[in-house]
């Protein structure tokens, strides 16, 4: 697999990790780095405080879920020449439901600005920057107080 289908891999793999509701799993991938979020001040880093993060501001409903669904577009990989960093910016679009209580709608849009380092052959995350750019009705998907 060529680098560019190696870190396109991993930020599906983080979308998926998000709508199965393991944040265990998001903390592994992102934590090899650091996670900052527009606007914020201080980076999260390491699996534990990326975990702790997710699990305190995303809902998981009795599937253990948040009945979510990340599409991921416009992804664009840059690799440097030293095969050993490199950057992607993507999209992302947040569709949201819960059966007979909240209508399937996109919730909230924005971009990934992200880097990575190839260590021991493998390829993983150095920084997740995210950037809100739309915000519709979050009521039911962030856990109470985090807004």
């Known amino acids: 697999m060529s680098a560019r289908d190696e870190i396109t891999d991993l930020i599906y793999t983080y979308a998926d990790r998000i709508d199965a509701g393991d944040f265990e799993g998001v903390g592994a991938i992102l934590g090899t780095g650091s996670l900052t979020f527009d606007g914020a001040l201080d980076p999260i880093s390491g699996p534990d405080a990326i975990t702790k993060t997710y699990e305190a501001t995303t809902r998981r409903f009795a599937n253990g879920t948040p009945n979510t669904k ?10 440097d020449p030293d095969e050993i960093h490199a950057s992607s910016k993507s999209y992302y679009t947040v569709l949201h439901a819960l059966p007979g209580e909240f209508a399937l709608q996109p919730i909230i849009a924005g971009r990934y600005h992200d880097t990575f380092q190839k260590v021991n052959g493998k390829w993983q995350f150095l920084t997740m920057h995210i950037f809100v750019d739309l915000v519709g009705d979050l009521s039911t998907h962030l856990s109470p107080g985090t807004l």
């Not at 990340?70 to 690799?79: A, E, F, G």
């Open 70 to 79: 990340h599409v991921m577009t416009n992804v664009m990989v840059s690799v």
